[in-house]
């Protein structure tokens, strides 16, 4: 995590292509507006083209159209962004809770 993205700098497994500000607001069926909207909440820092273009990765997509529901649902841009953050914080603890156990039953599984 940094503070300019909340979310780290995790991407999708395929971190290219990664689309302009105009095609991923058309693949997310909403405006580039929104994605700024979403950028100025923090929620997702865009990446930038050797040009300085913004470009989104998939994961950024998936987050921003998560955020897209709430917003949808009537949640105020800032709140739909702070919940999309946690879920993730939350998904990410779980994953890291689930390795830790693995490991520790694998190490009592070899001790004598």
């Known amino acids: 995590m940094t503070a300019d993205n909340p979310l780290g700098g995790r991407l999708d497994d395929d971190d290219y292509p990664a689309y302009t500000m105009g095609r991923a607001a058309e693949m997310l069926g909403t405006t580039p507006g929104f994605l700024r909207a979403i950028g ?3 929620l997702i820092t865009p990446l930038r083209s050797e040009g300085g273009h913004r ?3 998939r994961y950024q997509l998936r987050i921003a159209a998560r955020a897209r529901e709430l917003v949808d649902q009537g949640m105020p841009v800032e ?4 919940i999309v953050i946690l879920e993730d914080q939350l998904e990410e603890a779980q ?3 689930a390795e830790f156990r693995r490991a520790a039953a694998e190490q009592h599984d070899d001790s004598p």
Do not use: K, L
């Open 40 to 42: 100025e909440a923090r």
């Open 55 to 57: 470009r989104y990765s």
């Open 79 to 82: 709140a739909a962004c702070r």
């Open 95 to 97: 994953r890291i809770n």
